[in-house]
Every structure is written in C-alpha cells, then in structure tokens.
C-alpha cells in the first residue's frame, strides 16, 4: 500500500483519535479567529456609537443655538416695542443748558427747529431714531402751574430703516391732556390756552411723572405760536437703539459732535439699560443651558467611553493571553494523541520499516495525518469563530452587523497555521516513531 492510503487506512481505523484531535484544533482555530474578530467588532462598533453620540450633541447644541438666536431676536423685536412704548430714552439739548435747570423747571437753551432736519438727513447718525423736536416751558393755566409741551411729528431719516413713529402725534388745533392737567375738563371741550382756543382730543392716562401728568400737548407750531418763539425747540427726543458697549452716551455724543457740535446728549438711563440687561439675563439662560447640556453630554460619553474601554481591554486580554494558553494547550494535547498513536503503532511501524518503508515514509504518514486535520481543522475552526464571534457581537456586546466585519488576516493565519501547529505538536511523537529498531519491536511481539 502507497503511504497515501495508509494514511486513509489510519483516518478509517482510528476514530477517535481523529475526532479528539479534531476537536482540539478546531477549539484553537475557532478561537483563534473569534477572539480578534470579536475585539475588531467591538472596537469598530464603539467608535462609530461614540462618533454618533458626538454628531447627536453636535446637531443638539446646533439646534439649541439656532434657538437661542431666534428667541433673541425675537426679544429684540419685543423689547423694542416695549421700549418704543416706554418712550425716548435720550434728549439731545443745546450745549449750554444748565442739566440741573432742565430736570427740576424744564428749563432748558432754545435751539432752531432745522437742527432736527439737519440730524435727520446726517448719514452719520445711526445710533439714535425717531428724532422728534419738542418745545417745552412751564406756563400758568387754570390758576396751576402747567408743562406745554409742543410735539412735531417725527422726522424721517432716509438712511435708516422705516419704522412705526413713536411719541404722540397732535394735530393743529388739538390738545392732549395729562391726568392733572385735565382735571375739569373732558375730551371735546374747548380751551382758552394762553389766548389760543384748542379742543381736547384726549386724556391721557396718569404715568406718575410730572412731564406727563401736568403737561399739556399740543403740535409743535402751535407752541411755537402761544409761546412766541417762531422756529425754536428746547430739545430734540430721540430712542438710542444701537449700541453695543455701556459708553451708549458718549458713542452717540461722537455721531452729534459732526453734526451738531453745540448740542449734548442726556439719558433716561433705566429705559437705556433695561433692553441690554433682558438680552444679557435671556443670553446668559441660553448659554447655560447648553453648557448644562454639553456637560451633561460629555459626561455620558465619557462614561461609555470607559465602559466600552474596559470591555475592549477584557477581550483584549483574552485575546492576547487566553488565546495563546488555550491554543497552547490544545497543541499539546494533540501532541499527547500523537504520541498515544505511536505508542499503539508500534508493532505496525516495526512490519513497515522491516518490509522496506524508509524513515521519510514514516514521517510522511504521521505528519500527514496532522497536516491533514490541521488543514481541515482550520478551515472549519475558520468558520465557527465567525460565526461564533458574529453572534457574540450581535447577542452579547450589541455590536451591529454594519460594524461587524471577519478578519481576513486572523482567517489566514487560522487555515495556514492550524495545520503548522498540528505538524509540530506531532514532531517528537513522529520522530521518536522514525527512531524505533524494527528488530527490537518485533522480538518484543
């Protein structure tokens, strides 16, 4: 019989020794492959999870910014309206008015009317709008001391955005009331004012301020004609919207300097201020709410990291230190089922070598016969770690099948090396069979 089919002959023969064998490097094929294609999947698979987590944190804090920008406008857009309805918030006078006269008698250095025109039509001027030109002075009316105040519609500057006019809008021959001021009278009646009659167009409400509750308005050439200043404003009102530092007044007195370098600017500093101080407190809520957010995120994400870290490490260890152990072990066990084989072979061996069989055929018949398991063996062992490895991902770890991909090389290696293994676990067992004295085995049977 040819070595071949001795070796046919010996698969037959001898089961069990072929299916511990087998059994021994498929286990150390199947987990050779299982355990690095396992910890790529893993790996693979926490690397895409952490990257979504940081996409999803990414768009959230996106959306939350997109959102805190609208929000914000929105409130610019409402807080101007509340400040528009507050009233002006900024009085440009001539230079030389005395503040302390202004504030307690309303006293102010009359200035001419064009300078309003003039501000108006200035390109320059962009922090301040809705000029409007105002003539007061505190006359005697009804035996009381009363503010007349003259209102002139408000000048159009064609450089800015058109708005909705703030202020009052009286027309010729019509006066509004303050609360005080109209004590006696009702809207409809006709008044003597200063030897000019008007009619009551309306009463307003009580504000609580004296430049309102005992003021009467009329339109500004009105006043102008009672009071006999002809072409004379004492203030120019306006509402400064557009600036971004606390210096708001000297920015805007550096804007009037080239156009009317003989005017100063005042300010109702708690209107100024309230519409800066809103946007702040809203920017400042949005702003800590993300970083709540981002923290909270990144806090997640470092636990998982952790988590994912130290299950990569676990089957990182299995992988560089079980695997060896088992593959080792399994090595030596075929090597002990070799060395059983041989020991059972003696007589076999002793009839081959006396009838002829040289050494290189011995060796052939059981190097053979580990090659031939090994190579079967790592071909199957291939497989089952696969499938092994892809359902521990998929049940076990969670990983997902798109993550989930086989190790080309770990699958080489399992199909060339099992075999290599198998050959060397068989050597000493192989070459103490080559060394045996056919003479001494057969006196020995």
């Known amino acids: 019989m040819s070595t071949f ?5 010996e698969l037959r023969h001898r089961r069990m020794n072929v299916i511990l064998s087998l059994c021994a490097l498929i286990a150390a094929a199947t987990l050779f492959v299982a355990s690095p294609t396992l910890l790529r999947g893993y790996q693979q698979e926490s690397g895409r999870r952490l990257a979504e987590m940081q996409q999803e944190t990414d768009r959230e804090l996106q959306a939350m910014q997109d959102k805190a920008k609208a929000d914000l406008a929105e409130l610019d857009t409402r807080t101007k309206r509340i400040m528009r309805d507050l009233g002006f918030n900024l009085r440009i006078v001539h230079q030389n008015t005395d503040l302390g006269q202004l504030y307690a008698n309303f006293v ?17 001027i962009t922090k301040i709008v809705h000029l409007v030109a105002s003539l007061k002075q505190m006359v005697e009316w009804d035996d009381k001391p009363r503010l007349l105040v003259g209102i002139a519609p408000e ?4 450089h800015i955005e058109k708005k909705a006019p703030m202020g009052l809008q009286v027309k010729p021959g019509m006066v509004y009331l303050g609360q005080l001021a109209a004590e006696g009278h009702a809207v409809g009646d006709k008044v003597a004012i200063l030897g000019k009659q008007f009619e009551v167009a309306h009463i307003l409400p009580a504000h609580g301020r004296a430049d309102e509750d005992i003021a009467i308005f009329m339109n500004l050439a009105d006043a102008q004609e009672v009071l006999e200043k002809p072409g004379k404003i004492s203030e120019i009102l306006a509402l400064g919207c557009k600036c971004k530092t606390i210096d708001r007044v000297e920015e805007v007195t550096a804007q009037l300097e080239t156009v009317l370098p003989d005017t100063k600017v005042t300010e109702h500093r708690l209107q100024a201020v309230a519409r800066e ?9 949005h702003q800590q709410t993300m970083q709540d957010y981002e923290a909270n995120r990144q806090k997640i994400a470092q636990q998982e990291t952790t988590h994912r870290g130290q299950v990569a490490g676990l089957l990182s260890s299995v992988t560089s230190v079980v695997t060896p152990l088992i593959v080792f072990v399994c090595a030596l066990w075929v090597g002990l089922l070799a060395w059983a084989n041989v020991r059972e072979r003696r007589a076999e061996i002793g009839l081959l070598r006396a009838i002829g069989k040289r050494s290189g055929s011995i060796a052939t018949l059981f190097l053979g016969k580990a090659m031939l398991l090994g190579l079967a063996s790592g071909v199957v062992g291939c497989l089952l770690g696969y499938f092994a490895a892809r359902w521990l991902a ?3 770890f969670e990983v997902t099948v798109e993550s989930f991909t086989p190790s080309l090389l770990a699958s080489v290696c399992a199909i060339l090396g099992t075999p290599l293994i198998a050959a060397m676990a068989s050597y ?15 006196s020995g049977e």
Request: aromatic share 4%; hydrophobic share 40%.
């Open 155 to 158: 000048a159009t500057q064609s």
């Open 277 to 285: 101080d809103q946007r702040k407190l809203v920017e400042a809520h």
């Open 428 to 442: 000493l067992p192989t070459l103490a069979a080559v060394n045996q004295d056919p003479a001494v085995v057969l």
């Open 5 to 9: 089919q001795l070796l046919c002959a």
């Open 108 to 124: 102010s250095y009359d200035m001419p009317e064009e300078y309003v025109q003039k501000l108006a039509a200035s390109p320059e």
């Open 394 to 396: 998929t049940s076990v």
